[in-house]
């Protein structure tokens, strides 16, 4: 059974919904219409075929419904999010992620013995768990927001597809967090600063790297740069990259700093006089 043409399709709905839909929650509930739209197709086409042997329907259940299963439990947990995501202070906000973060967390431990099993790739209770021929027998792990289909569902299908849908809510969490958290920089210095930084970014990352390795500022150097980013409001992208480029300089490699020397001299010169 090939479902390589149904996936293509399905997947090109999704982007068309990312690229044209720029509110999130709208996008996610868009999303969630193309997912279950996809799951009906695969649905009608086995009831209608059938697998030919049991590694088929192995392959089905572990590898193909899960992929599109996951992507709709995922925006569903994104509208979800977004829908009583609290709109007052940084405080309240950073509390409704953690709660997200520990719920998930606790998720992955309650199942940890199935979590190593996709992990390490192992194929043992595939055919218990991604069949359905003992269905009825086996406790069936389910969510209320989904319905329990005998045709369409294995004993372990949905687990799976939650762990994929997790992992992706877990990134997701982490783009937030990141980003609450430059909000809250950004408000909270705002109102201290009127800085404008009129060299170049490398020259910045220069002088970054600089008191980084003199152990003038000590701490993780990723602080360091965001910590420039936020006073004087710029974006140093790849500064990793950027320091490469320096590193790479043949000729004088503290070109920025030199300058810096020969200014602060030039200052103490003038004021001398």
């Known amino acids: 059974m090939n479902y390589g043409e149904l996936t293509k399709v399905f997947l090109q709905k999704l982007e068309r919904t990312e690229k044209e839909t720029?509110?999130?929650?709208?996008?996610?509930?868009?999303?969630?219409?193309?997912?279950?739209?996809?799951l009906t197709m695969l649905r009608k086409k086995i009831i209608d075929?059938?697998?030919?042997?049991?590694?088929?329907?192995?392959?089905f259940f572990k590898i193909v419904k899960p992929k599109s299963f996951s992507l709709l439990i995922y925006h569903t947990e994104?509208?979800?999010f977004e829908i009583t995501y609290p709109k007052n202070v940084f405080e309240t906000?950073?509390?409704?992620?953690?709660?997200?973060?520990?719920?998930?967390?606790?998720?992955?431990?309650?199942?940890i013995d199935f979590g190593q099993y996709i992990e390490m790739g192992y194929t043992h209770f595939d055919s218990i768990y991604f069949t359905r021929k003992l269905i009825h027998k086996c406790p069936f792990i389910a969510n209320n927001n989904y319905l329990f289909d005998s045709?369409?569902?294995?004993?372990?299908?949905?687990?799976?597809?939650?762990?994929?849908?997790?992992?992706?809510m877990i990134q997701f969490l982490k783009r937030r967090k990141v980003r609450l958290e430059k909000e809250y920089d950004s408000l909270h210095f705002k109102a201290h600063f009127d800085l404008k930084y009129t060299a170049s970014k490398?020259?910045?990352?220069?002088?970054?790297?600089?008191?980084?390795?003199?152990?003038?500022?000590?701490?993780?150097?990723?602080?360091?740069?965001?910590?420039?980013?936020?006073?004087?409001?710029?974006?140093l992208g790849d500064f990793y990259r950027t320091f490469v480029d320096i590193r790479n300089r043949s000729n004088d490699p503290s070109k920025f700093l030199d300058i810096l020397k020969t200014s602060l001299l030039q200052r103490i010169s003038e004021l001398d006089n």
């Open 93 to 111: 906000k950073e509390r409704y992620i953690k709660k997200y973060f520990k719920f998930y967390n606790e998720f992955f431990l309650r199942h």
């Open 202 to 235: 490398i020259d910045i990352v220069e002088l970054i790297y600089a008191l980084h390795a003199s152990k003038a500022v000590l701490g993780d150097i990723k602080e360091l740069v965001r910590a420039f980013e936020i006073i004087f409001n710029i974006d």
């Open 22 to 38: 720029s509110d999130i929650t709208l996008r996610a509930h868009k999303a969630i219409v193309v997912c279950r739209q996809h």
């Open 49 to 59: 075929e059938d697998f030919e042997n049991e590694d088929e329907e192995i392959h």
């Open 78 to 80: 994104i509208q979800s």
């Open 151 to 168: 045709n369409f569902n294995t004993p372990r299908d949905f687990l799976l597809a939650q762990f994929k849908a997790y992992e992706l």
